[in-house]
């Protein structure tokens, strides 16, 4: 028999407390959707009413198999919940289930909020029997709830019990400063379990300020809670919250965890644990931790010598699981011949096939090496690196030359004397023996300007004669830029992403110190990885 653990995200509200973060409500529907798709069980939307991105969300909260809960705050006192705004709005917002946040440790009640102890057990009392009297399913967040037991430990388990006679689903404990120990979280889960609160009401909602929120929650579980919250990469304020990218095939691929409890997450879906982690990076824009459990590009990679000749003879010698199984893979140092083999079946698995021994395989090393010295990175550019082997393997085939490009953001008054830009692109291609010259400018529907990098895309893929039907139907979908290097030797990188009409989508990557230069580089990688794709057939030299 095993028990059900259910995961509940908190990704799209505390993690939206980390400093820099703020999601628009697109970005919030793509990081909800790519949740559900793992398999979390509960998806806490944000608070209605705190804020417009956060209220627009709960107007079109996207379909999804998981919940989508809003979060709020008990009722105030001196009134009661049915006429407190602050509630109402959280109830407005139409949800299923409701999770509120009230405090349990006495200090604050007192200091913070300047109220009796009494009246802080009647707020969260009424407050989770209004929203169960509504048919909501509710929720309890136990702010400062281990600091509390260690101060109070009787006037704490009144206020979670306040809770949960009142109906609440699930009482989550906090560690709201993320201070505790492993083993004190352990030994007060219990000793609140043996004061009547059943573990499968139970939550565990922990902060990373020792490095040991994972640690904390699985204690937690160990000593009977059944709801673990957390948030992807471990977004949150201060040092983050509990690591759900850890978390989770920890529970999964690990004893006593894996044969002992059943969560929402298949091992199928856990195939996709490392996409949804680069996801969320890309939306923030991020370097992605590269030393990151599980999903980190480092997870799994393996430097020459003594560790990248065993691995070569079985994996299991240096890795505690399969990299496929959270979707990442294996990494060996180009320089080697474990290296070849690793870039032989890279190169397989986006359909080149080249033989053992063939030179080009060092060349196309040495070349990555080179890149990589300059700033390139090739992990999040698949297609850019299938240039790259095409190139140096003699098959990539000669569709067109860039003679020169130009563009130019010009700032002026409109007829309304506003000040406005508009930028203009001419880009200059040969195509067999003919030269074609295009110019684009970057205003969008509205009139508004959409900048150089569009303007240059615009001109680049207005006019290439032959090749102009295959490229019709791309379009360019996001556009990501970071800094290399710091100072006055800065180096930009940029990755574009690009889609076509059957949905396929690839990335390709440009690096220089001069944006504009990077950019463009990266949007000739996305146009000839298409034709070389559709098998476009590049036209003779006159």
């Avoid at 009661?80 to 440790?105: Q, R, W, Y």
Wanted: proline residues 4%; hydrophobic residues 40%.
């Amino acid at each position: 028999m095993t028990d059900r653990l259910y995961l509940y995200d908190t990704t799209l509200r505390d993690g939206q407390q980390t400093q820099g973060v703020q999601f628009s409500t697109r970005e919030k529907i793509q990081i909800a959707q790519a949740l559900d798709a793992l398999g979390i069980d509960q998806i806490e939307g944000g608070w209605p009413g705190a804020n417009p991105t956060d209220s627009e969300f709960f107007e079109v909260v996207p379909d999804t198999r998981a919940p989508i809960t809003a979060f709020g705050m008990t009722k105030r006192a001196g009134r009661s919940a049915a006429n407190d705004e602050v509630l109402a709005a959280v109830l407005n917002a139409g949800t299923p289930s409701v999770c509120i946040v009230g405090k349990t440790h006495d200090f604050h009640v007192t200091t913070a909020l300047g109220i009796t102890l009494e009246e802080n057990l009647d707020n969260i009392r009424e407050s989770i029997a209004h929203i169960v009297a509504q048919g909501r399913e509710a929720l309890f967040d136990a702010e400062h709830f281990f600091d509390g037991w260690k101060a109070n430990p009787d006037y704490t388990l009144a206020a979670i019990r306040a809770a949960y006679d009142a109906g609440a689903r699930w009482v989550v404990l906090c560690d709201t400063n993320g201070g505790s120990m492993p083993d004190e979280i352990a030994a007060i889960t219990r000793d609140v379990i043996a004061a009547g609160i059943p573990g499968d009401h139970l939550g565990i909602h922990c902060h990373d300020d020792t490095g040991q929120a994972v640690a904390c929650s699985l204690a937690a579980v160990e000593a009977g809670a059944r709801q673990i919250q957390g948030t992807l990469n471990g977004l949150g304020e201060r040092c983050g919250n509990a690591n759900l990218t850890t978390l989770i095939p920890t529970l999964l691929l690990k004893e006593p965890f894996a044969s002992r409890y059943e969560t929402g997450v298949t091992l199928d879906a856990l195939k996709g644990l490392r996409r949804a982690s680069r996801l969320l990076d890309d939306i923030l824009n991020r370097v992605p931790m590269k030393q990151a459990p599980y999903v980190g590009a480092s997870a799994f990679a393996h430097k020459a010598g003594l560790h990248a000749s065993a691995i070569v003879k079985n994996p299991s010698t240096y890795e505690h699981i399969e990299p496929a199984l959270v979707g990442n893979s294996r990494i060996v140092p180009m320089s080697n011949q474990a290296g070849q083999s690793n870039l032989r079946e890279r190169l397989s698995r986006a359909g080149i096939e080249v033989e053992k021994g063939d030179p080009a395989l060092t060349r196309i090393l040495d070349r990555i090496k080179e890149q990589e010295s300059r700033g390139y990175s090739y992990d999040t550019a698949q297609a850019s690196f299938e240039l790259l082997a095409l190139d140096e393997l003699g098959r990539l085939p000669d569709f067109f030359e860039v003679k020169r490009y130009r563009v130019t953001v010009e700032r002026r008054r409109n007829k309304r004397g506003k000040m406005v830009s508009l930028s203009e692109a001419v880009v200059v291609v040969k195509i067999g023996g003919e030269k074609v010259m295009s110019v684009s400018e970057s205003a969008g529907p509205d009139g508004s300007d959409r900048g150089p990098v569009n303007a240059l895309s615009r001109a680049l893929g207005k006019d290439l004669g032959p090749y102009q039907s295959i490229i019709d139907d791309m379009h360019l979908v996001d556009f990501k830029v970071r800094i290399t290097d710091g100072g006055t030797e800065a180096v930009t990188r940029v990755i574009i992403d690009s889609e076509d009409g059957q949905g396929e989508r690839w990335s390709t990557v440009g690096v220089s110190a001069n944006i504009v230069d990077a950019s463009f580089d990266a949007l000739v990688d996305a146009i000839r990885w298409k034709l070389v794709r559709d098998g476009a057939k590049p036209v003779a030299r006159g």
